[in-house]
């Protein structure tokens, strides 16, 4: 699973080679605009600002993304550099109503990850 993320400057065409995957699109106004199973052939267009997350099948997924700029820039929602992580304490508590230490959480988990894997998954390469 891929952790959401938007890309910052560019648009994105993203092609699957092999595998199939739940792919999640949320525009900037936070409307889901898609919520699909996505296979092997097929692609997809994540617009600029429109958070993304993707969660493979079965079999995988791999894929290729084909940005609209030279020097894309990605922003995670999760991570080190993500935009929770940048947030006050405060601004997070009041915004999603939660307590300071659930707000603390929201900063502070998944700081290393933007890939997801199960405890039985395998990766690149494979055999």
């Known amino acids: 699973m891929t952790s959401p ?3 910052v400057n560019s648009h994105s065409i993203v092609y699957v080679i ?16 898609m919520s699909e199973q996505v296979n092997r052939g097929e692609f997809f267009v994540v617009p600029q600002f429109f958070a993304t997350t993707a969660k493979a099948g079965q079999n995988g997924f791999e ?13 995670p929602v ?19 109503d939660v307590s300071p ?5 929201l900063k502070t988990n998944r700081e290393m990850e933007s890939m997801l894997f199960s405890p039985q998954s395998t990766y690149w390469p494979r055999k």
């Open 18 to 33: 092999s595998g199939e995957a739940q792919v999640q699109v949320v525009s900037n106004n936070g409307e889901a605009v």
């Open 78 to 96: 999760a991570g080190y550099t993500s935009v929770f992580r940048a947030m006050p304490l405060e601004v997070i508590t009041n915004a999603y």
């Open 101 to 105: 230490s659930q707000a603390q959480s």
């Open 5 to 7: 993320h938007w890309s």
């Open 63 to 75: 894929w290729v993304s084909f940005k609209t700029n030279k020097a894309p820039m990605k922003s």
